[in-house]
């Protein structure tokens, strides 16, 4: 069925392309027999995988930036996915870059996207992760939804929020932008993802170097112990990196990861660079993913699990367009893997073939 809409959605802006995918899976979540349907067609093995103390369903999830403010959760849970990463959420709102500001590079299997952080705001996501409970709730009090699960999941995936700090807040007082964030979601969140490497909003990418990041850890860390004692619930914390570090500076990176106490890592984010590139749109600025960002990322990967030396779990994402790119992250040490780009390129079925070709 995508290979047959995928012509015309591709005949549309990115981003409205985005936006209409996204307005018909939250329709179809909210719709239970919708839900039904996509869960009967996207079923598939189930692969559980432990991880910070969490039990996954299966090790593949949706990577931050397809449900920026989680508001088509329950209808993208319906594809199969073992975790779903809301955001990047900031905490108030903001715009983000001007458009246009999404490309398709379609004879490169990429896309590049300098969004800068769109977000409605931590207020805004809150409430949308409240009414999706609450709808949940509901629907198994009535009997629409007969399988046994707890009242605090809305569904068997697991929840990640991925935090950002506001574009006008300075590096030096981004430890408070991130700091509240963690605060307003460890009640909602399975868990969190700091990102400080999206190339999009200026000089955010700074925040991994060394002597910024400890200054940076040392005040989630602090914030993430009073939420444990209040809330009673370990709340794992995941930092998530940028393929364009030298290998120095990622060493220099997990070294303070891991002194932090931080629970995990996700690489990688999107990549600067344009080596390769056939598209005529090559030259646009902003973040690049898809198929050129494989070799890079599994070039990350392999450093990143020489360095954790099974410290911390890895989460591999960036470039993982087929189920073989998938298998072979996990064969090299990715504890769980997340996609995107493949999703615009592959359809939603992606998650199924990936499942279906893993043997564990």
Request: hydrophobic share 40%; aromatic share 6%; glycine share 8%.
């Amino acid at each position: 069925m995508y290979n047959t809409l995928r012509p015309y959605l591709f005949r549309l802006d990115p981003e409205r392309a985005h936006e209409l995918t996204l307005r018909a899976l939250r329709i179809a979540g909210n719709f239970s027999p919708a839900r039904k349907t996509l869960e009967l067609i996207f079923a598939a093995p189930q692969k559980p995988v432990e991880a910070f103390g969490l039990k996954f369903k299966n090790p593949v999830g949706l990577a931050a930036g397809y449900d920026k403010d989680g508001v088509a959760l329950r209808g993208l849970s319906a594809l199969g996915f073992g975790h779903l990463e809301i955001g990047t959420v900031t905490p108030r709102p903001q715009a983000g870059n001007p458009s246009p500001r999404v490309f398709r590079l379609v004879e490169d299997e990429a896309v590049i996207n300098r969004m800068g952080f769109p977000s409605r705001g931590s207020e805004r996501a809150l409430m949308e992760l409240d009414s999706t409970l609450r709808a949940s709730i509901v629907e198994r009090i009535l009997g629409f939804d007969p399988r046994p699960r707890v009242f605090t999941r809305f569904s068997d995936s697991i929840l990640g929020v991925n935090l950002g700090k506001n574009k006008e807040t300075p590096n030096e007082q981004a430890a408070l932008d991130y700091v509240s964030l963690v605060d307003v979601f460890s009640r909602y969140a399975d868990y969190l993802t700091i990102n400080i490497s999206s190339p999009n909003t200026a000089g955010l990418r700074q925040l991994q170097e060394r002597d910024a990041l400890e200054n940076l850890l040392k005040h989630i860390h602090a914030q993430r112990v009073l939420n444990e004692a209040r809330h009673e619930k370990k709340l794992p914390i995941l930092i998530k990196l940028s393929p364009d570090l030298s290998e120095a500076e990622l060493d220099d990176a997990i070294e303070v990861i891991l002194r932090a106490k931080m629970d995990g890592v996700i690489v990688t984010n999107t990549t600067l660079s344009r080596d390769g590139l056939r598209s005529n749109l090559k030259g646009e600025s902003g973040g690049l993913s898809g198929s050129p960002l494989r070799a890079r990322s599994e070039a990350v990967l392999h450093q990143t699990v020489k360095r954790v030396n099974g410290q911390i779990p890895i989460v591999s994402a960036g470039g993982i367009m087929h189920p073989d790119d998938a298998k072979k992250r996990l064969d090299m040490g990715a504890t769980l893997i997340q996609v995107y780009t493949g999703l615009i390129y592959r359809g939603p079925a992606l998650v199924k073939q990936i499942l279906q070709g893993l043997k564990f």
